[in-house]
């Protein structure tokens, strides 16, 4: 027996904004360096895909020019940014993903010569996979070679706004 999807009634556009701001998300800066580039941008859309496959997803607006360099390098790292990195946070948020934002900070470069963020309490070296256009946003999935892992706390976000974690002392 086949079973018919019936439609949800529509919801307005700022009741599903609102519902979402609940949710909690890590703060990261994906970055890239190659023959397309340098570039990076902060995300708040950051995913395992698939832990057998060491697969994670970012999803960036598909007006972010950062998803073409990423392209154009074959690779991207996400640094998982700790609680003292507010201001690198914002900073890669208002400037252009080619600017002078890796004047700021301390870099290095991974093994795969992406940008490596000191002091991120996880960064994890990408090669990109595949890269998908859909409904206005851009997916860029990458496998994981390289994991860097510190101490620290993440920065998080809830509502626009930065917040902190309390980690239960069990």
Known sequence: MVSTVQALPSI??????????????????AASDGPGGQAGCTVTTFASLCAERRLLVIVLPSDQPFGSVVQANGCFCVNVLAEG?????????????????????????????????SGAVASLDCLLVERL???????????VTTVYRHHGTPLARQARQFVLIQRDQH
């Open 12 to 29: 307005a556009r700022n009741a599903f904004i609102n519902a979402m701001e609940s949710c909690v998300t890590g703060v990261a800066i």
């Open 133 to 143: 256009t859909l409904y206005g946003c851009v997916l860029l999935t990458g496998e």
């Open 85 to 117: 990195q507010k201001a690198l946070a914002s900073l890669f948020t208002k400037m252009s993903p080619t600017s002078e934002a890796f004047t700021h900070g301390s870099w290095q470069s991974s093994a795969e010569g992406n940008p490596l963020l």
